[in-house]
C-alpha cells in the first residue's frame, strides 16, 4: 500500500471513532437523581420584570417576593425618592444587591458612601452595617438577595427594638469582635463592594472580549459568576444540561438573552430583568440566545457546586 493511502486510510479510521472516545478525560460516578424539586409558594421558573412592574402600577414604594428556598431569599424592592433603610446587617451570610432602576446611596461601614444606579452590582460581607437611601427624583429599583428565610439584626445605636416578624422577637445580645463566633467579615480582592455592569461590561466591552466567565461574588459559601458571550444557535432538545443533587440556582439576566432548557418546563427565553429558577434534581441548560451579546449572573451556594451531566455529555453541554 502506497504512503499516501496508508495515511488516508489511518485519518478515515481516527474520523470513525466514536466522539467519546476522543474526548477530554470525564469522572464517571452514580449519582443520586431523584423527581425534580416542584416549584411552589413564589418561586416559578421564570419572574419577568415587566409583570412584577405592572403588578406595582402607580405605586412608589412596593416590594414582591421572587424566589423563596431553603438557601436564598430573593425579592424586587422599590423605594420611593428620599425614602431610607435603617442600619443593619445579617449575621452569617452576606447580602447582594442588582440595581435596576433610580440612584441608591449606599452607606456600608468602613466604605465611602457611593451612589448606585442601573446595572451596579453591590455586596455586603456578614455582619458589616449598612443602609440604603433613594436619592433624586425618581423611585430606585433593586433586586435583594438575602439567606433564605433569615431576618436581618440591627446594631444597638440604630434605634429602638424593631417589631416582631414571621414569628420572630428581636432581644439584645452581645457578641465578640473576634471573626471567630463574632466580629465582621471584610472585603477581599474577589469580593469587592461594587461592579457598574453597564460601564465597565456593557460600554466597555461591547463585543465581550474579555472572558467568558467573571465572578463578582466567589467565597466558600456563595457565588454570583458574570457568564457573558456573543449569541450560538440554541441547542437541540437532546442536550439536557446537568443537574444539582441538593442544591437550587437562579439567574438574573441583565443583557441579551437567556435560552433555557428545564426539565419539566421546556425552552424559556429570558430577557434583561428577568430571573429564572432551577430547583434541585431538574436537569437544566443555559446557552446564549442568538443575534447579540448575552450575560446571565448565576446565583448558587458555591463555585464548587457539583454538575451533573448526562453519562454520555463528556461532563459538559
Given at each position: 500500500m502506497k504512503t499516501s493511502t496508508k495515511l488516508m486510510a489511518c485519518a478515515l479510521a481516527l474520523l470513525a471513532i466514536p466522539a467519546l472516545a476522543q474526548s477530554?478525560?470525564?469522572?464517571?460516578?452514580?449519582?443520586?437523581k431523584g423527581a425534580p424539586v416542584p416549584y411552589a409558594g413564589v418561586n416559578k421558573p421564570i419572574w419577568r420584570i415587566a409583570d412584577v412592574l405592572a403588578k406595582h402600577t402607580?405605586?412608589?414604594s412596593w416590594t414582591e417576593d421572587v424566589i423563596e428556598t431553603e438557601r436564598y431569599s430573593a425579592k424586587w424592592i422599590q423605594m420611593a425618592p428620599g425614602e431610607k433603610t435603617r442600619t443593619r446587617f445579617y449575621g452569617d451570610d452576606r447580602t447582594v444587591?442588582?440595581?435596576?432602576?433610580?440612584k441608591i446611596r449606599f452607606t456600608i461601614k468602613g466604605q465611602e458612601p457611593f451612589v448606585a444606579t442601573k446595572g451596579f452590582l453591590v455586596q455586603v460581607p456578614l455582619r458589616v452595617p449598612y443602609s440604603m437611601e433613594t436619592v433624586g427624583d425618581e423611585p430606585a429599583l433593586r433586586l435583594e438577595i438575602t439567606r433564605g428565610k433569615t431576618l436581618p439584626s440591627y446594631p444597638l445605636d440604630s434605634g429602638a427594638m424593631p417589631p416582631a416578624a414571621d414569628g420572630q422577637h428581636y432581644v439584645k445580645v452581645s457578641y465578640p469582635t473576634k471573626p471567630v463566633g463574632g466580629g465582621m467579615d471584610v472585603y477581599t480582592e474577589k469580593n469587592q463592594p461594587s461592579l457598574d455592569f453597564m460601564k465597565d461590561y456593557v460600554a466597555g466591552d461591547p463585543?465581550?472580549?474579555k472572558g467568558r466567565l467573571h465572578f463578582f461574588v466567589a467565597d466558600a459559601d456563595n457565588q454570583a459568576a458574570i457568564i457573558r458571550g456573543p449569541g450560538v444557535a440554541i441547542p437541540p432538545d437532546s442536550n439536557r444540561g446537568h443537574f444539582h443533587i441538593g442544591n437550587d440556582e437562579f439567574w438574573?439576566?441583565?443583557e441579551g438573552k437567556i435560552a433555557y432548557q428545564i426539565e419539566g418546563v421546556g425552552l424559556i427565553v429570558a430577557t434583561p430583568g428577568d430571573l429564572v429558577l432551577v430547583p434541585p434534581q431538574r436537569f437544566h441548560r443555559a446557552s446564549f440566545a442568538p443575534g447579540q451579546v448575552d450575560t446571565r449572573i448565576a446565583f448558587n451556594r458555591s463555585p464548587t457546586m457539583l454538575h451533573n451531566f448526562?453519562?454520555?455529555?463528556?461532563?459538559?453541554?
Open positions: 477530554r478525560k470525564v469522572y464517571m460516578s452514580w449519582s443520586p402607580g405605586r412608589q444587591w442588582v440595581v435596576w432602576g433610580g463585543e465581550a472580549k438574573f439576566i441583565p448526562a453519562e454520555d455529555a463528556n461532563g459538559q453541554q
